[in-house]
């Protein structure tokens, strides 16, 4: 599996929460190559099953969200601008004069519009929520024919190869993790495992970790590894509560996930050698479908592995793609290993 190519396939593909079809569509095209029967929820999630149901066998889901976030069109004034505001976490710092596509029926190209510097005050550097306008060209007739109230918006950005292999571009959170989902269930396609295997790439994370509620309560999962992006070391951001890029896959630890499934993945990590980090957290895991999909049903045995990230929620997202393959192996280094850890 050509990581870099997947990736860059899956991260510049439209997906802003609660529209993600078009990126869903790619993530199932890869997903059937191993459950040629995986399809889409009622929720829009891709969900897929792999190899054959073993009732003796504990189920396991693996899930990494599919959505990102973006701009949602409110209101079209009588000039034809359209006014936006943020769909998810947007970073409102970065807008203004971004370059940006509004996915109507038909994509059209837009500019988010700004006043120059020279007549700007200082304190209106960000744009407040309720006050983002985008310029298209078009008159409000001609826009009409192209967009509607409720489309969704994303800023323009290519996936882009930097040094020491890591890249840059929109919607790594969480395209990465889809990734290296896919990157593990390449590793695991001839493999005898212990597991049924049930995966998710679900929707509306960015919006309240919406999909994978429903993906974790139809899976019957007893087990669940969530893999999604953390902090990763740059300036500003504390030593202390970030990663390394290019350190390896961080381990989850806290008082919302499974200790006995994090030290497992230690364990493993050790055994493959797998360089890998600890992600301390002293409440929940800070809104991501972990601490979710811990409370479906009768309670799911959850572990978090993230992928560092550097510049969450923004067009130039980094991180190393090495880092994607060793979250990969950890999975199903876990997943293989299982026997081993019940003695069996």
């Avoid at 969200?65 to 079209?76: F, K, P, R, S």
């Avoid at 994303?154 to 993790?177: K, P, Q, W």
């Avoid at 994978?212 to 019957?220: E, M």
Wanted: one cysteine or more; aromatic letters at 6%; charged letters at 25%.
């Amino acid at each position: 599996m050509n990581i870099f190519e997947t990736l860059k396939r899956l991260s510049e593909a439209n997906g802003v929460a609660g529209d993600e079809n078009s990126a869903a569509k790619i993530a199932l095209e890869f997903l059937k190559e191993y459950d040629p029967f995986a399809g889409v929820d009622n929720h829009g999630s891709v969900t897929g099953f792999i190899g054959e149901y073993n009732d003796g066998r504990p189920t396991i889901l693996l899930d990494a969200h599919i959505d990102e976030i973006g701009l949602i069109v409110t209101y079209i004034d009588d000039k034809g601008f359209i006014k936006a505001e943020p769909c998810g976490g947007m970073d409102r710092r970065v807008l203004p004069a971004q370059a940006v596509t509004v996915h109507g029926k038909s994509p059209v190209k837009a500019v988010v519009c700004s006043l120059p510097l020279h007549v700007k005050k200082e304190s209106e550097l960000a744009l407040k929520a309720d006050d983002i306008w985008i310029d298209t060209g078009f008159s409000k007739d001609e826009l009409l024919r192209h967009v509607s109230l409720g489309d969704r918006i994303t800023i323009n950005s290519e996936l882009t190869r930097l040094f020491n292999d890591n890249v840059c571009g929109r919607a790594l959170d969480n395209r990465a993790g889809v990734t290296a989902v896919l990157y593990a269930l390449s590793l695991l396609k001839n493999s005898e495992i212990a597991f049924n295997i049930v995966v998710a790439f679900s929707t509306q994370e960015e919006v309240g970790c919406r999909g994978a509620r429903i993906s974790a309560y139809n899976s019957d999962a007893e087990y669940s590894i969530v893999v999604d992006v953390s902090y990763s070391n740059s300036p500003g951001v504390p030593k202390h509560k970030s990663g390394k890029l290019g350190g390896g896959p961080m381990i989850g630890i806290a008082p919302t996930l499974n200790r006995e499934m994090g030290d497992e993945l230690k364990k493993f990590a050790n055994e493959w050698e797998i360089d890998y980090q600890l992600e301390i957290m002293n409440r929940d895991t800070g809104g991501t479908n972990a601490d979710e999909i811990s409370l479906i049903k009768g309670g799911v045995r959850t572990a978090l592995v993230s992928i560092p990230l550097r510049y969450m929620h923004m067009p130039v997202e980094t991180c190393s793609l090495k880092d994607i393959e060793a979250v990969g192996h950890l999975i199903a280094a876990f997943i293989e290993g299982y026997k081993t850890i019940n003695n069996e």
